[in-house]
């Protein structure tokens, strides 16, 4: 099986308009977004680390599996834990982060799904 791009899941304009709204370049931002989706894949694959957290968390993250992606809701302290394995600055790790919330409400928005299901938690997108 061909591992597919690790930013397939995620939309250019997107991360693009995050990049000019925080002040970051698009490299830095895209190559930050492809450490974290590398990083994923590095530990079980992310089909093994999403069955992972299904099994172990005491709540299910998963929103829903897509053909290209998992969309996830975990508590905050999820995207603490990468940013510090990573070793990304705060400002990048908020960036990186809101990249996965747009792309999570845009994503439930094309399923026509409730965005509230994240109320309280931080999105992640990991693509498959």
Known sequence: ????????????????AVARDRDIGVARLSAALCRQQEHARSLPGVDGLVYEWRRFLPYDPLVHRG?????????PSVWAEFG??????????????????????RA??????DDSVREGGAAMVLTR
Not at 67 to 75: C, I, M, Q, R, S
Not at 98 to 105: L, M, T
Not at 108 to 113: G, N, R, V, Y
């Open 1 to 16: 099986m061909t591992e597919s791009d690790p930013l397939a899941a995620f939309d250019d304009d997107l991360i693009a």
């Open 67 to 75: 053909e290209t992606a998992y969309y996830l809701v975990f508590l």
């Open 84 to 105: 510090e394995q990573l070793s990304f600055d705060e400002p990048l790790l908020e960036a990186v982060k809101r990249v996965h919330d747009q792309q999570f409400s």
């Open 108 to 113: 439930l928005a094309s399923l026509d799904e």
